[in-house]
Each structure stands twice: as C-alpha cells, then as structure tokens.
C-alpha cells in the first residue's frame, strides 16, 4: 500500500489541523494498523498515534492525549490525525504509517510510511 500524507502547515499555537493519509494501492480496510509518527529537528522519529482495522482500539503517545484524534474512513481510504490546541514542542514532520499485525498498537512493525508533511507552530 501507497500512503500519502497532507495537511500540513504554519498554525499559530493554541491553534487546530487536520493531517490526512490517502492510501492507494491497497484499501486499508485490509485490517492494517494505521497511525502516524513525527519527527522534530534533530531528534528521532517518535510514535504520535495509532487506529486499528475497525476503528475500536486508539492508541496515543501521552503527551498528544486528549489533544489529537486519530480516525479513519474506509471508504475514503483515509486516515486522519485531528490537531488540536498545538503547542511549540508539536512542531515536526508528521509521517503517516501502517502495520499488517493487528495488534501493532504502537506500529512497530512498519511496512509502509507515508512522504511527510511539516507541521510549523508559531507563538
């Protein structure tokens, strides 16, 4: 499967985006786990969020929880990270991912990634 993210973008902190991951290839109703990553300047690559197949279990890295959302539309084949009151520190290339293993909650086991997309937070 294909992944192409979009999305981002200059936001003012405090401020909301929503980050979009268009599959092609193959649909991601395919169970895939989906999810995203970023990475900021000189640091690694660090886990953000995750959906499984149906949409059911939702995994999060702490420091996003009860600020982003992750969702999916399989009719679309689109996966979606909602951003919302974004702070300095969530300013990254944000990377979109899936896993063929169900259970892969903090996708550890990528087998395709999306190109990126850069998300800028001003104060």
């Known amino acids: 499967v294909q992944l192409q993210a979009s999305g981002g973008g200059l936001v003012q902190a405090g401020g909301s985006l929503r980050l979009s991951c268009a599959a092609s290839?193959?649909?991601?109703?395919?169970?895939?786990?989906m999810g995203w990553f970023r990475q900021a300047p000189g640091k690694e690559r660090q886990f953000v969020a995750a959906?499984?197949?149906?949409?059911?279990?939702?995994n999060y890295e702490e420091s996003v929880k009860g600020r982003f959302t992750i969702s999916r539309d399989d009719a679309k084949n689109t996966v979606y990270l909602q951003a919302s009151s974004l702070k300095s520190e969530d300013a990254a290339v944000y990377y979109c991912?899936?896993?063929?293993?169900?259970?892969?909650?903090?996708?550890?086991?990528?087998?395709?990634w999306g190109q990126g997309t850069l998300v800028t937070v001003s104060s």
């Open positions: 290839g193959r649909t991601i109703s395919s169970r895939y786990v």
């Open positions: 991912a899936a896993s063929r293993y169900q259970s892969d909650y903090h996708l550890r086991q990528v087998f395709s």
């Open positions: 959906i499984n197949w149906n949409g059911v279990v939702r």
